[in-house]
Structures are given as structure tokens and as C-alpha cells.
């Protein structure tokens, strides 16, 4: 089953963490077991606050991800980067469909 983990953050300096993804997309590139998919949202009472869906194959691949030591580095990097404590909410993905 597939696996989305919600990370709910606020910070003022979006553009620096991008740049941290992009770095961290290049290096990951080809490796296995990574976030298959990822989806950003911008709260529109809050614009600092932000919504990162990120999508994995099943649970246990994202747990394998969250042990790499390269991902806690990144982690700590893109948490420098908000304002307070970010929230993880882990949920299975039920269902996704294209309503068009």
C-alpha cells in the first residue's frame, strides 16, 4: 500500500529549502526506495505556512528513507530553515484518482 507522509511547517525562507530539495533530488537520483511523488501547498490565511504531501511506494520504504543518514542531514537542514516545530502526520494512501 502506498504510504504519504504530511509535513506541516511555517517559514519565511521557501526559497533557500527549495534549493535544499533540488540539491538533495540530484544526489538521490537513481537511488531506490526514495519518495516516488511530491505535492506542495500554501496555506491561503497563512502564507507561511506550508503543506508537504510526500508519496512513497509502502510504509516500510519510507522508514527505510527516514534511517538514511542523508535524509536526517537534510532534515535538520530544511528544519533551520522554519519558524517553530514542524508536524508529521504518516498516512495510508486509500485512494487517488484523476477527477477530470
Known amino acids: 500500500m502506498k504510504f504519504v507522509q504530511i509535513i506541516d511547517f511555517e517559514t519565511e525562507r521557501l526559497d533557500e529549502m527549495e534549493q535544499l530539495f533540488a540539491e538533495a533530488g540530484q544526489r538521490f537520483a537513481g537511488r531506490s526506495g526514495g519518495p516516488t511523488h511530491r505535492m506542495l501547498l500554501r496555506d491561503r490565511d ?55
Open 46 to 100: 497563512n502564507p507561511r505556512r506550508y503543506l508537504a504531501l510526500i508519496e512513497f511506494d509502502s510504509y516500510e520504504e519510507a522508514m527505510r528513507n527516514s534511517d538514511d543518514p542523508e535524509t536526517s542531514r537534510l532534515a535538520e537542514q530544511v528544519g533551520a530553515l522554519c519558524i517553530g516545530e514542524r508536524v508529521y502526520t504518516d498516512c495510508d494512501l486509500v485512494d487517488a484518482r484523476e477527477l477530470t
